[in-house]
């Protein structure tokens, strides 16, 4: 998309990512003479790794275009947020490098972890993979009394590693770490080089006036210091916020990636812009603390599944019988499909803006879940299993416009398994026998007879069931109706694929 419009990307590649990344990459790419990659290193979150890759791609990218006014820093999730047009015009009339830096010593920018420690000792392990290497060299450190001070004449700044640098300064600060081998030993031990290498260097070597002291990438964090993700209804936010690109775009936000490249290829050159995103941030959070958020939650706004959507649900109270089932019927033709999701506390799902992060956030917007997974499919039709308890979820789809089936796999239940199910829901000791467990086996017994007889009193229109004895015929009769294929091939189903063990 950049490239297309004129602009060059020096790429660098994580060394540790896996080879058919690297040569997918490598191929989309082959022929375009506005991409070069980078040498290529092995990088670590809050290593000098970080560092070494963006000096590697600054300098290919350097060599490579000699007449490139500016070097922009950004991520592999990073969006335009404005038209190329209104980005070339803003750094031709800003002729200044775009550097977000405070003192590191005088300012909070820090808000959680070690602040002095990182520069003050050498750190050679990373913090994340290494704990106990980290803390332990740097307790041996500090024991030792081995404190260093930062190199001569600098003063250290910190702020965000996403900078835009005019060549003239890149072409300073890459002269000064050619004659100053100490900076660049200096800050190769310290944690989290990216938020200061950068920062203090274009200080050091640029009048202060030429220096505004911001980044032009749109970011946000929370409390707790992590980065936000941007979602499809975003878009709004992003374009009006006064920065030329946006961190963080998820990979599932594909209308909002579509807006951004359409706003991307635009002629128009000024663009009403306000920095409201910190209030606003700070405004919602607060309102959603104290119960009175001003508005709903993207997935919470019109949380239904539609009258155009059909959903299919397996219930089966054998979590693997049902799940087996499901993937046979996507095999045969079903439409997409994941399993318990209300049921279960782990499960591959895609990202879907937080509301897939648990299971009790899950419960509480069934059919926004349902619907988000049906957009991220682009599909009108669902397939999910539940457990027979779970009339809550299956009382909710059935109330939505959507059409829905039901296929209920009826396996057969024996005291074993009953004792092993009420040890894993937590009613009985794993130590506990059969025959000290007998009253409540009795009573699991019923609860899983009642169960299947309440999913009937739904008074469900497409209901269907599946038992052990059932034929080839009688069962592929009601497999080719639930997945509306052909009786032929539900037949075969019933006989290749169908299961109760």
Known sequence: MLTEFGDRIAIHVDKSAPPEVWSTIRKELAGDPNVVFADRVKCGWGEWSLVVATLNALRIARKSWPDATHFYFIS??????KSRAYIARFLEENDKDFVEHHDFFESDWIKTGIKKDRLHYRHYFNERTR???FYGSLKL??????????????TIHIGSQWCVLRRKTLDRVLNLIAQRRDIPKFFSTTWIPDETFFQTLVMYVTPRDQVVNRTLTFLAFSDYGLPLVFHDDHYDLIRTQPHLFARKVSENALNLRDHLRALYSQKFDRMVTADTAGALYAYVTQRGRIGRRYGERFWERGGKIGRDSEMLVVVCKKYHV???????????GGPPAHGYVFDEDSGVLPQLGGIETSKPKRGRHRRAVLRMLLEYHGTDR???CLDPSNFEALRD?????CSLRVMELRTHIDDEYLLGHAKRAGLLPEEAQMADSIPLIRTLDRQFKDDSNALRDLGLTHLYALNPEDSADLAGEQIARFLDIPFGDG???AISELTFD
Do not use: V
Not at 76 to 81: I, Q, T, V, Y
Not at 322 to 332: I, L, Q, T, V
């Open 491 to 493: 037949r075969d189903f």
């Open 131 to 133: 704990k106990a290497l």
């Open 141 to 154: 450190q500090r024991a030792l009394g081995l404190q260093r001070g930062t190199p001569k004449g600098l």
């Open 322 to 332: 049902g799940k087996r089932f499901m993937n046979a019927a996507r095999r045969a």
């Open 397 to 401: 789809i059935r109330d939505d416009q």
């Open 382 to 384: 669902l397939m999910i």
């Open 76 to 81: 592999g999730d990073c969006m335009p947020a």
